[in-house]
């Protein structure tokens, strides 16, 4: 029996942003990324590809306002789109965990995919601005990303000092986690990785 396609569609539309949004877990990491804010776009375009996801992104927001709408409206629904692509969560390995440097950076994120929403985020950075891009606005990504996805979710920077390079390594690490922590193990593809059995 073939494995089920694990993908999601949706649209949220508010009175600050309007939002459309393919996800395909298992992808190659294609993307097509047009928030309104271009360092954001890079950012998930290095998500979807450090994660092997395929992603398309949509999003007209009140950018005139400030970015900190359209960051965190995506964060919610792209952590929809995987709720509803993982479903009952059936045969994955539930935790993942990486390491990335970017030059003088290093960043750490873990990820349960437990079924409950938890952020620890421990990033300072000397400096908080990409141009006009505030860092915090990061946090407040993963922030919207683990309630909407009802995940453990832990972002450390160990060091690191360029701004840019900072929000690199964590959008690359998250991605690399949730890679694992989606992953199919075979020894129990049939089984919800919870003594609870329900996630």
Do not use: W
């Not at 073939?2 to 949220?12: G, K, V, Y």
């Not at 020894?187 to 919800?192: E, P």
């Amino acid at each position: 029996m073939p494995a089920a396609i694990r993908t999601a569609t949706l649209a949220r539309k508010t009175a600050e942003t309007d939002i459309k949004l393919t996800l395909l877990v298992d992808g190659g990491g294609r993307s097509n990324i047009a928030t309104g804010v271009p360092f954001f776009d890079h950012m998930l375009t290095l998500f979807a590809k450090h994660g092997h996801f395929d992603l398309d992104v949509s999003c007209v927001g009140d950018v005139a306002v400030d970015y900190h709408h359209t960051v965190e409206d995506v964060g919610i629904v792209l952590g929809e789109a995987f709720k509803q692509a993982l479903s009952d969560k059936k045969g994955i390995v539930r935790y993942g965990f990486f390491y990335v440097p970017m030059d003088e950076a290093l960043a750490r994120v873990v990820v349960d995919l437990s079924g409950r929403a938890a952020l620890v985020y421990d990033v300072v950075a000397p400096t908080m601005y990409v141009r006009d891009f505030n860092l915090i606005l990061v946090k407040e990504f993963c922030r919207a990303f683990s309630n909407a996805l009802a995940c453990n979710l832990h972002v450390k920077l160990e060091y690191g000092e360029e701004p840019h390079h900072v929000a690199e390594a964590i959008f690359k690490a998250l991605a690399r986690a949730l890679d694992a922590a989606v992953r199919i193990d075979a020894r129990s593809a049939d089984q919800i990785p919870s003594t609870k059995g329900r996630i």
